[in-house]
Nanobody, 125 residues
Framework: VQLQASGGGLVQAGGSLRLSCAAS??????????MGWYRQAPGKERELVAT???????DYGNSVKGRFSISGDNAKNTVYLQMNSLKPEDTAVYYC??????????????????WGQGTQVTVSS
């Protein structure tokens, strides 16, 4: 599964940005179990921003709850991250993440993950 992210950029504090991430699935038998976004600021560990399952179940990092919203288009294997009320501390490289799985002939499930290339989000004060 390959991921193509877009939508990063520079915005002033209080502004909004929308990120998109499209998953390209080129092997049959693959099921996408979830997609989402993580971010990594300089000198910090990568952290959860938001994830969503094909059924619409979402999860958010504590620092973005109430400001960010994740949505998905299952037909396009694409997720969107709407970021509102941005703060300078939201500045980071945002990475798209996809969890997917397949089954072997014995019926055993294997789970995999892919990372996108990262897109820079900079929020100026």
């Amino acid at each position: 599964v390959q991921l193509q992210a877009s939508g990063g950029g520079l915005v002033q504090a209080g502004g909004s940005l929308r990120l998109s991430c499209a998953a390209s699935v080129r092997i049959s038998g693959i099921s996408i179990d979830g997609m989402g976004w993580y971010r990594q600021a300089p000198g910090k560990e990568r952290e959860l921003v938001a994830t969503i399952t094909p059924g619409g179940t979402t999860d958010y990092g504590n620092s973005v709850k109430g400001r960010f919203s994740i949505s998905g288009d299952n037909a396009k294997n694409t997720v969107y991250l709407q970021m509102n009320s941005l703060k300078p501390e939201d500045t980071a490289v945002y990475y798209c993440r996809c969890y997917y799985s397949d089954y072997n002939p014995s019926g055993d499930k294997s789970v995999y993950g892919s990372w996108g290339q990262g897109t820079q989000v900079t929020v100026s004060s």
